[in-house]
């Protein structure tokens, strides 16, 4: 989606950039975001410019899922909650909250196959959304049956 940003008319890519700009993100928020990227392993976050590249479609796409293979799945959005691994308050009132979920670990030797985990992972999200559960116990359960998935011949729901 972020590779498309550019295709967009410049009165649009303006008003995305006010928003952005709005948002009010200066330097706490960089260095904020560094460190957290130096943790647990995260560095390739910063590395692809995942957390920028995200910001950039905030303005159209206020609630972002990331997926991110075997190195998990990204959440950042707007919202009036708090906690995340990153937060950060904005003029408006709302929180830009960036959380990063660790896939199940698996030893390669238990992997059958990869196809249907993103389709599994996509699904157990959606559902979790609806549930109205705890997040973290949510986007844990949709992340093991991820992991079901890869360990099956079948597919797993």
Known sequence: MHSLLPTISDEIQSEAWEKVNSYNLLADFRAKTE?????????????????????????FIEDLWIKCGRLGVIRVHLTRESGGNLRQSIPDGRVL??????????????????TGAGDTLVGGLVAGLLSGEKEDVWVDRALERVKRTMMSHRAVT
Do not use: C, D, N, Y
């Not at 130096?38 to 950039?56: D, H, S």
């Not at 979920?101 to 390669?108: A, G, Q, V």
């Open 97 to 114: 909250r960036i959380k990063h979920f660790s896939p199940m670990e698996i030893k390669s030797e238990e992997i059958v196959s990869t």
């Open 35 to 59: 460190a957290w990227t130096r943790k647990e392993g995260r560095g390739w976050i910063a590395e692809q410019g995942v957390i920028q590249k995200a910001i950039g479609l905030l303005p």
